[in-house]
């Protein structure tokens, strides 16, 4: 496929908010690309190089962009940051000032083969001299380049490709593509996707052997399978009837769920729920996991939580938060910080899978994997199977003792297989936080922000912030927040922000308000509020309840939390958004019509 060709096409998917037409356009692109091509077409059009999980980074900052473009097209350095300024994407700006300009012939015959390989040329540019080499190789890019090809290299080398297009829309494209649109062929791929993390495998596959394809990706070392999530549950009783009376209740540790992947021979890896190999922040676990683990290859899941280093005992998710994205003074974060991996999961021993064995078999397993004595640094969740409230309540009440911030019911029915990537009530979570009011914390996204005035002027003075809808693949806002904010991090929340501004709202986002600065979905935030009510305004389960209504968070609150473990795509959902609702409705016993409208 020409290079030009695949810029078309982002025109085409920009011009839109549809997502049914985004999913049309995107279904008839990975009908015409080549199979040898496919994978690359479907990571560029997610502004990425590799699968998310191998973290290929350009390294091009926008001064190098500037550069390269001023080098292209003959214009100061000054002129172009000024534009940029006005425009707000230095795309748009190479757009205005290739306009009009004759590309060379090879623009025509550029194949997506040859920019990609070529990108990776620059994101594999390291050592002395790289910074040079970047911009040249850029440059080589857009010299050969037509107004609407500049446009989406430089957004792409930026990390601001901004055409809106998820895994799940992708994912639709090839069920469209390749299976008819039918939700049978759907989950098949989607299956598929959840234990590769990888649409590349998964598109060749389809193309090699159709949906019968799937089932030949396989769990594999080194490459994550996206995690099994919880379901939430407003009281012990009611997560012991949704169990049929017996589950397995598990300590929620707080702190940082890892993927730990023993290859047979080398070094563990480390991946966090978001999927990013974070190996280089813990290296006392990558010297303890061998010791720990009995057989390899082999893929484990756990808890990894912050330890007081004097009484041993577990301390709160602030703590483990600081060795998070470490890459310097290691050796002092592990003294200063230790931390312990609860292991709770396992989903590969040796040659044999054990994700579709059921949760006791699996938990047998991960106890005969984990040598008792193996290291202080691993160790097994503690759980215990309860079969009435009374015990239930005894174990809650020592998690919380222990640290924990609350319980994981487990099922022990047949089919308690791990189901990768989906959310559900064969685990569900309840928290110490439920025991109150709504005083259930929620992870929200980060969509907009409205200017702050008097003590606020010239940061932003309160953040819209939205849930997702995996369904829809969009993010609903649900609530407009100020509070919570210590002065040091309004300080810092335009900076933290400003990567990703953009000029409009982004496609994927609904709401009613319009903030004074839009941005692209990204990074999740922990709140708190008083209660749900119904909102004409917010667009987060907008109609499930009522007519031209959504949810709203009143008075929220920041927590202090930043969820950096969480990917926009793991925030809390608008399902469970509205099942908080219902969950509030039923302690209450109040009506939904009774709510007034939260701004």
């Not at 100061?76 to 940029?84: M, N």
């Not at 012991?240 to 397995?248: A, H, I, Q, Y």
């Not at 640290?403 to 309840?430: H, L, M, N, Q, T």
Request: glycine share 8%; with cysteine; net charge negative.
């Amino acid at each position: 496929m020409r290079f030009a060709e695949l810029t078309t096409v982002y025109n085409e998917l920009e011009a839109t908010t549809k997502r049914l037409e985004m999913r049309k356009i995107l279904s008839g692109l990975v009908q015409r690309v080549a199979r040898s091509e496919l994978a690359e077409v479907l990571y560029l059009s997610q502004g990425l190089l590799r699968p998310e999980y191998e973290r290929v980074e350009l390294g091009v900052a926008d001064s190098l962009a500037r550069r390269a473009l001023a080098g292209v097209t003959g214009t100061e350095e000054e002129k172009i940051r000024q534009l940029t300024l006005e425009s707000g994407d230095l795309g748009l700006t190479a757009e205005r000032l290739f306009a009009g300009r004759a590309p060379p012939a090879e623009v025509d015959s550029r194949t997506v083969a040859e920019v990609y390989a070529q990108l990776r040329a620059i994101a594999e540019s390291a050592g002395e001299g790289s910074q040079e080499r970047k911009v040249l190789l850029l440059s080589s890019l857009l010299e050969c380049a037509n107004a609407t090809e500049a446009k989406y290299l430089l957004r792409f080398v930026l990390g601001t490709l901004r055409l809106g297009v998820r895994e799940m829309t992708l994912l639709d494209a090839l069920a469209d593509a390749y299976a008819g649109g039918t939700k049978e062929g759907r989950r098949r791929i989607e299956a598929a996707f959840n234990v590769s993390s990888d649409l590349g495998i998964v598109a060749e596959a389809l193309v090699d052997h159709g949906l019968d394809g799937m089932d030949s990706i396989r769990i594999s070392v080194g490459r994550p399978v996206r995690p099994m999530l919880a379901e939430r549950s407003p009281d012990l009783k009611d997560l012991l009837e949704r169990m049929d009376g017996t589950s397995v209740l598990e300590y929620k540790y707080d702190g940082l769920r890892i993927q730990a992947h023993l290859p047979a021979e080398g070094p563990p890896q480390l991946f966090s729920r978001r999927l990013e190999p974070i190996s280089e922040q813990f290296p006392e676990l990558l010297r303890e996991l061998p010791r720990a683990i009995r057989h390899r290859p082999a893929i484990v899941e756990g808890e990894c939580v912050s330890v007081d280093p004097d009484s041993g005992e577990l301390r709160p998710f602030q703590a483990i938060s600081r060795r998070r994205g470490r890459k310097y003074d290691l050796a002092k974060a592990e003294e200063e910080i230790p931390v312990r991996l609860f292991l709770f999961d396992v989903l590969l021993e040796g040659a044999t899978e054990r994700m579709k064995e059921d949760y006791p078999e699996r938990r047998r397993r991960l106890e005969a994997l984990v040598r008792p004595d193996g290291s202080e640094r691993v160790a097994l969740a503690t759980q215990q199977r309860v079969t009435e409230l009374g015990a239930a309540t005894q174990f809650f009440d020592q998690a919380i003792a222990d640290g924990c911030e609350g319980v994981i019911g487990k099922s022990v029915a047949p089919d308690s297989v791990y189901r990768a990537g989906a959310r559900g009530f064969w685990w569900i979570k309840y928290k110490r936080e439920y025991t109150q009011a709504l005083a259930d914390t929620i992870d929200g996204v980060i969509v907009g922000a409205f200017a702050g005035r008097g003590r606020r002027a010239g940061t932003w003075g309160a953040l819209l912030v939205a849930v997702y809808d995996p369904e829809n693949d969009r993010f609903e806002s649900f609530c407009k927040v100020g509070s919570g904010f210590d002065d040091e991090t309004l300080a810092g929340l335009k900076a933290r922000l400003r990567p990703l501004e953009t000029a409009e709202r982004p496609a994927e986002v609904l709401t009613e308000l319009t903030p004074d600065q839009w941005f692209r979905p990204s990074i999740v935030i922990e709140l708190r509020g008083a209660e749900l009510s119904l909102s004409p305004i917010h667009r987060a389960a907008f109609g499930k309840l009522r007519a031209g209504v959504g949810l709203a968070l009143r008075f929220p609150r920041f927590t202090g939390r930043w969820r950096e473990d969480k990917k926009e795509t793991d925030a809390t959902t608008s399902a469970e958004l509205l099942g908080l609702y219902r969950s509030q409705v039923r302690q209450e016993s109040s009506s939904p019509a009774d709510e007034a409208p939260a701004s």
